[in-house]
Nanobody, 126 residues
Framework: QVQLVESGGGLVQPGGSLRLSCAAS????????MGWYRRSPGEERELVAI???????????NIADSVKGRFTISRDNAKNTVYLQMNSLKPENTAVYYC????????????????WGQGTQVTVSS
């Protein structure tokens, strides 16, 4: 089985920075996509940033317009870990951030499955 372990959330003042990490553990064979979604109070879950074709040299990133230029997504393939560097944080970035991955593990390869982390709270407030 696969587990996603998130870390890095917390309370930060407006203008501050946080770095979220998400590591996929288990018998991971290949990763098709890895990224972050968030859900703000009273809102639907939305995409923040994602890396697709994550195992390829041609991996691409997609970042929500609302955070473009302030948030950066990156991945360490050797560790099956994705990072979200969040700079110049604003109160409207307050949300629960969820790690997402689409991958194949040893028991189901080449079929891929979707996995979600438990969520980590990010609060931007003075």
């Amino acid at each position: 089985q696969v587990q996603l372990v998130e870390s890095g959330g917390g309370l930060v003042q407006p203008g501050g920075s946080l770095r979220l990490s998400c590591a996929a553990s288990g018998s991971v064979v290949s990763v098709a996509a890895m990224g972050w979604y968030r859900r703000s109070p009273g809102e639907e879950r939305e995409l923040v940033a994602i890396i697709t074709r994550a195992d390829d040299a041609d991996a691409t990133t997609n970042i929500a317009d609302s955070v473009k230029g302030r948030f950066t997504i990156s991945r360490d393939n050797a560790k099956n870990t994705v990072y979200l560097q969040m700079n110049s944080l604003k109160p409207e970035n307050t949300a629960v951030y969820y790690c997402y991955t689409k991958l194949a593990h040893q028991d189901n390869w080449p079929t891929t499955e979707n996995y979600w982390g438990q969520g980590t709270q990010v609060t931007v407030s003075s």
